[in-house]
């Protein structure tokens, strides 16, 4: 066996955690380096990890048992910690872990795979933040790592789509996505990326669903990529449509809200959503969310976020 010389920690081990004082002992006196992808490569994708990072004199340290078993399945040295065994290097039985071979990306292992946006970009989601709960904030994490290994790297997503919808209830403005993105290649897409549905008691304007389905593209960091919006209300069509031709268009503070998401993603282009399974199923959720208590609702204040946004947070 090649003697180890490498240790690659991911990104889900942090730097001061005690599995890695653990593989030191593990591994015992000898000199091997740490490369903690956190600081050296951020952002990294799995598929360059096992395609660009590891080989026969390197070990993967992490907590993505999947990620464990798929470098194991390559022929490379990993270990996982799981409640079961503690820190092991075996393959986890119980743990499915098909190897797509996703495309990766052309080229050397980057020093960054951080999202690039652009400073409104950037601005609008930190700006957000606020808004959202910490529990909200891990979701969106998990839902871009999901997406990330789906499609093995950011550069192999082609486009976006989002099926927006809303209905008024007695409560107050029900509405919600459902996002589709596609591949370029080597994978199909993803349907649903993700999707989220909310309550809001203060407001009652056609681009509430619009709203929230923009700033959840923009925390899952998908508002670099080609966007179609395809609307269930008409209305709602008409004002959008407006919006990306004339931002200046917005009469009120949502729309001044949706048009300042509007111009800071990728080529929108709105559209209706016809009969078909997009429309029944995301019809069918709505009615059904209109008709009886859910803990998907999420309750929200969207006039609150409309105001953050133009006063510049």
């Known amino acids: 066996m090649f003697r180890i010389e490498r240790v690659i920690v991911d990104e889900c081990v942090g730097q001061e955690s005690p599995l890695v004082g653990q593989l030191r002992q593990r591994l015992g006196e000898r000199p091997v380096k740490f ?51 503690g820190l092991t290097d075996r ?6 872990a098909p190897d797509k071979h996703l495309p990766v990306a052309r080229g050397a292992v980057r020093e960054s795979y951080q999202d690039q946006s652009s400073p409104e970009a950037r601005a609008i989601t930190e700006c957000l933040y606020g808004f959202l709960s910490a529990h909200q904030l891990k979701q969106f994490r998990t839902k871009r790592r999901r997406i990330r290994a789906h499609f093995g790297s950011p550069d192999n997503i082609m486009a976006a789509a989002l099926t927006v919808g809303q209905r008024r209830t007695a409560q107050g403005i029900i509405g919600g996505y459902m996002l589709k993105v596609d591949a370029r290649h080597g994978v199909k897409g993803l349907f649903p990326a993700s999707e989220s549905y909310f309550l809001d008691r203060t407001g009652n304007e056609p681009l509430q669903a619009t709203c929230w389905a923009l700033v ?33 268009a917005a009469t009120t503070a ?56 133009s006063s510049d947070c």
């Open 216 to 248: 959840h593209l923009f925390q899952l960091r998908l508002h670099g990529y080609p966007l179609t919006l395809y609307h269930l209300d008409d209305t709602a069509l008409a004002r959008c449509t407006a919006l990306i031709a004339n931002p200046c």
């Open 254 to 309: 949502i729309e001044r809200m949706a048009a300042r998401l509007l111009a800071s993603v990728c080529q929108p282009s709105p559209a209706e959503c016809t009969k078909g399974r997009f429309f029944d199923r995301a019809s069918e959720k709505l009615s059904q969310l209109a008709r009886f208590a859910s803990n998907e609702l999420v309750s929200v204040d969207l006039q609150s976020m409309a105001a953050a946004l």
């Open 91 to 96: 393959r986890l039985m119980h743990v499915s």
């Open 35 to 85: 490369v903690f992808l956190a600081t050296k490569h951020p952002g990294i994708p799995d598929v360059e990890i096992l395609d660009k990072l590891l080989d026969v004199r390197s070990v993967l340290l992490t907590q993505d048992r999947v990620l464990h078993n798929l470098a194991i399945g390559r022929g490379f040295r990993s270990f996982v910690h799981t409640s079961e065994s």
